[in-house]
């Protein structure tokens, strides 16, 4: 069958070629999910082995989100120059290859160094993935279909970003912290698999040259901010270096601002903020992704650290967030096809921030029970959330600029996602070395937690802020696909 004829399946929808395309898409993007948090629960384990620092095991968690949110947009122009594809393929093979380096750290001096590095290989693969798939998935399925599809796509992946702590945990617990990592091989072979049997079309656009002194920028930009944000708990924020890194971070990232929107061919296309809608989306993503991640990682911190239940325990403890994010993640999609982006979003901020509050209040309890109501709610919130804002952003770019307007996204939520990590980080350690809270007790650590947590339920009502004032009322109408 040649290619003409496949475009005529896809586009007449009778192909059955595009359900094995969203099986690995979806299956790559959960495997990038899963990676963000399933280090969580293991983090202990790998600390006694290698062993770890106390903020080289924050590196662990932060150097592969780092990684990713610096060059993703990249990803999103590689999957222009070089076709999706391509990309794909490139981003795959290198993802699980560094999920063996990780696998493969050595015991001893050198295996924090090691293991940080191939974190960071992660998530160089991870970003040249990510923008790619969304875009693959889109092309596949015309727009009527579009919201529940990336329903599936991005619900499922999401749900396997709360999977992460359970899956760490028992594999932690019953196997070794080393299958967290060798876990991704099997997956990634498996989706290469399929990309070929499924026939993905490799579609090049136009593009030009990329500016190596644009990516030192956005690297070493991101880079520096970040490690003055993580390190600040630790350093101080009046410290000369930290304020250093962060004023060298800022100038970075502003020159790269600056030089894209000049540039007639950039590394990320900012113009696409000219959409307000577009703006709405991404800004959403991001603060929502702030919130999620720093939560995520640091309640498996509470429930180990503070509750002392094994790392299989405190997987299975997180099952009242996952289960109705699943739920509502469908429901969020259907909406979205219905009524457009604003009702279902702004809802389910709402709805997470409240969450949030819940869950943030109940912590110093020390006791599970109480928190399950606030995880509840809060996963709620995240499916009603996700799934719309995404599909939103891409179906506004138009199919010319669909994967960079993914890495666009992309950037901004894993942005959120590694500034949510340091953040909240930061505070956590900042309370803990407070004068007064530095005896190592449960109810020391519960308040540090208990903080960080507040800031995740700020960033959620920004979010819903931005959304009543950004996201667009009524539905999007495109054929483009």
């Known amino acids: 069958m040649g290619t003409q004829e496949l475009d005529q399946e896809r586009t007449a929808g009778l192909s059955p070629r595009r359900w094995l395309v969203l099986i690995a898409m979806t299956g790559s993007l959960s495997m990038v999910m899963l990676d963000q948090t399933v280090v969580a629960v293991a983090l202990p384990s790998m600390t006694r082995d290698l062993p770890l620092s106390a903020h080289g095991g924050a590196w662990v968690a932060n150097a592969y989100v780092l990684a990713m949110a610096a060059l ?12 999706g594809r391509t ?20 015991t001893g001096d050198a295996g924090q160094g090691v293991l940080i590095a191939f974190r960071a290989l992660q998530g160089v693969g991870a970003a040249l993935m990510v923008p790619v798939s969304a875009a693959i998935v889109m092309a596949e399925f015309p727009p009527a279909e579009r919201g529940r599809v990336m329903a599936m796509y991005a619900g499922i992946s999401q749900i396997f970003l709360a999977l992460g702590p359970l899956i760490g945990g028992l594999l ?13 091989v099997p ?10 049997i499924a026939r993905v079309p490799n579609v090049r656009r136009p593009a030009g040259r990329l500016s190596v002194l644009d990516i030192v920028l956005v690297v070493g930009g991101l880079g520096l901010t970040t490690v003055a944000v993580q390190q600040s708990g630790l350093w101080g924020w009046a410290s000369p270096v930290t304020l250093t890194l962060l004023t060298a971070g800022v100038l970075a990232t502003a020159v790269f601002v ?8 950039p590394l990320m296309q900012l113009r696409l903020f000219a959409d307000r809608g577009f703006t709405g989306d991404a800004v959403v993503m991001a603060l929502v992704q702030f919130g999620l991640l720093g939560m995520v990682l640091y309640s498996s911190v509470y429930l180990q650290g503070v509750l002392g239940i094994s790392p299989a325990q405190a997987g299975v403890a997180v099952l009242p967030l996952i289960i109705p994010l699943t739920v509502a993640a469908q429901i969020g999609g259907r909406w979205f096809d219905r009524a457009g982006v604003r009702a279902p979003a702004l809802t389910g901020l709402l709805v997470c921030a409240a969450g949030a509050v819940l869950w943030t209040l109940a912590l110093p309890t020390l006791t599970y029970g109480w928190q399950i109501p606030g995880m509840v709610v809060m996963g709620l919130g995240l499916g009603l959330t ?5 599909t939103d952003a891409l179906a506004r770019a138009g199919e010319d600029r669909r994967s960079q307007a993914s890495g666009v996204v992309q950037t901004m939520r894993q942005l959120g996602g590694t500034l949510g990590v340091a953040v909240i980080g930061s505070v956590v350690v900042s309370r803990v070395h407070s004068s007064g809270l530095s005896d190592g007790s449960p109810h020391t650590t519960a308040d540090a937690i208990s903080a960080g947590f507040l800031c995740a339920a700020v960033a959620f009502a920004l979010a819903a802020a931005a959304a009543a004032v950004f996201l667009q009322r009524r539905p999007l109408v495109t054929d483009q696909g």
């Open 72 to 83: 993703v947009a990249l990803g999103g122009r590689a999957g222009d120059l070089l076709g």
């Open 87 to 106: 990309t794909f393929r490139v981003g795959v093979t290198l993802f699980f290859l560094a999920s063996a380096g990780c696998a493969f750290a050595p």
């Open 172 to 184: 932690t617990e019953y196997v070794s912290w080393r299958a967290v990592f060798l876990l991704n």
């Open 187 to 196: 997956v990634g072979i498996a989706t290469l698999v399929l990309v070929r």
């Open 258 to 265: 600056v030089r894209q929107l000049r540039s007639r061919d």
């Open 386 to 390: 996700l799934s719309p804002t995404n």
